[in-house]
Nanobody, 111 residues
């Protein structure tokens, strides 16, 4: 009965920013490593970023320096701050604790 609900997606111009949020319920959030994935139409899902229980992040090379993952254990929430967005970032973004998944939020980067 774990639920993950993403929000914050939308349409932005290249160079713009968005902050995605994922609220987790039904689990002890603080003991799980969390991750953001994305999937574009016709392409495989890829890992974008992950964050340890202690807050240590890792990033895919394609987003390094532009995206920041963070977590607030008191709010059972993981965030993905996305800056300097590119059209190649267009995808559905999902959060996961490596067992359960949210339904995704659409990010579209276009002029």
């Amino acid at each position: 009965q774990v639920q993950l609900v993403e929000s914050g997606g939308g349409l932005v111009q290249p160079g713009g920013s968005l902050r995605l949020s994922c609220v987790v319920s039904g689990s002890i959030f603080s003991i799980y490593r969390m991750a953001w994935y994305r999937q574009a139409p016709g392409k495989q899902r890829m890992l974008v970023a992950s964050i340890s229980t202690g807050g240590i992040p890792n990033y895919a090379d394609s987003v390094k320096g532009r995206f920041t993952i963070s977590r607030d254990n008191a709010k059972n929430t993981v965030y993905l701050q996305m800056n300097s967005l590119k059209p190649e970032d267009t995808a559905v973004y999902y959060c996961s604790d490596y067992n359960d998944w949210g339904r995704g939020t659409q990010v579209t980067v276009s002029s």
